[in-house]
């Protein structure tokens, strides 16, 4: 216990990482999360107090990074300045393996005006899952936002295999087939729909 209570308290002078660092050493099973604070002069002496499910994960100062690791399933981060009331939150599924950048800046500051919903790209790049999943509140002094993840669509777990995809494109065309051979459309046709089939792999 005494060797635990040295490494928290001297950890900053010895180790250039953070005793959460220091201990939180196994990742085996578990998500990479970042959270990155916005450098700004709003607020700028308050740390951002960072909770997953309930949990304190962070405290982060003004234009720092902190970098966790924590177990697989649904996740609601949770930001707010210490003394100040109300807090933003995010909620998704973590998958194991996969890495998560998330950003956190004043509700005040300009970095909101490009984001959605607490979300850069949902819909566009994110696997239907962790989509699925999302899920975000606003209130308090600070905002959270997923920026960055490497769970995408093109993840083998979420995107249909291509398998699958050949097998759908050999059936429209075996039904193509079968409408030119009965004689209900003509070759033109029949040789314009085979190429858009083909094409659309």
């Given at each position: 216990?005494?060797?635990?209570?040295?490494?928290?308290?001297?950890?900053?002078?010895?180790?250039?990482?953070?005793?959460?660092e220091?201990?939180?050493?196994?990742?085996?099973?578990?998500?990479?999360?970042?959270?990155?604070?916005?450098?700004?002069?709003?607020?700028?002496?308050?740390?951002?107090?960072?909770?997953?499910?309930?949990?304190?994960?962070?405290?982060?100062?003004?234009?720092?990074?902190?970098?966790?690791?924590?177990?697989e399933?649904?996740?609601?981060?949770?930001?707010?300045?210490?003394?100040?009331?109300?807090?933003?939150t995010?909620?998704?599924?973590?998958?194991?393996?996969?890495?998560?950048?998330?950003?956190?800046?004043?509700?005040?500051?300009n970095?909101?005006?490009?984001?959605?919903?607490?979300?850069?790209?949902?819909?566009?790049?994110?696997?239907?899952?962790?989509?699925?999943?999302?899920?975000?509140?606003?209130?308090?002094?600070?905002?959270?936002?997923?920026?960055?993840?490497?769970?995408?669509?093109?993840?083998?777990i979420?995107?249909?295999?291509?398998?699958?995809?050949?097998?759908?494109?050999?059936?429209?065309?075996e039904?193509?087939?079968?409408?030119?051979?009965?004689?209900?459309?003509?070759?033109?046709?029949?040789?314009?729909?085979?190429?858009?089939?083909?094409?659309?792999?």
């Amino acid at each position: 216990m005494k060797k635990l209570l040295a490494l928290l308290l001297l950890s900053p002078l010895v180790y250039p990482q953070s005793a959460t660092e220091i201990l939180n050493t196994n990742t085996d099973g578990k998500a990479e999360i970042t959270i990155e604070r916005k450098k700004a002069f709003l607020y700028s002496g308050l740390k951002v107090r960072v909770r997953a499910n309930e949990k304190l994960v962070a405290k982060v100062g003004n234009g720092k990074t902190e970098k966790f690791y924590i177990s697989e399933g649904l996740t609601t981060f949770a930001v707010s300045g210490f003394g100040a009331p109300g807090e933003s939150t995010i909620t998704f599924r973590v998958k194991a393996g996969e890495t998560y950048k998330l950003a956190v800046a004043s509700r005040k500051s300009n970095f909101w005006s490009g984001l959605a919903g607490g979300a850069l790209g949902v819909g566009l790049i994110w696997s239907s899952a962790l989509e699925a999943s999302f899920q975000s509140t606003e209130g308090g002094t600070f905002g959270i936002a997923l920026i960055e993840t490497s769970e995408t669509e093109s993840s083998p777990i979420t995107k249909p295999g291509s398998n699958a995809i050949k097998k759908n494109i050999e059936e429209e065309l075996e039904k193509l087939k079968d409408l030119y051979d009965r004689g209900l459309i003509d070759e033109d046709v029949y040789k314009e729909m085979q190429k858009e089939l083909l094409l659309s792999k």
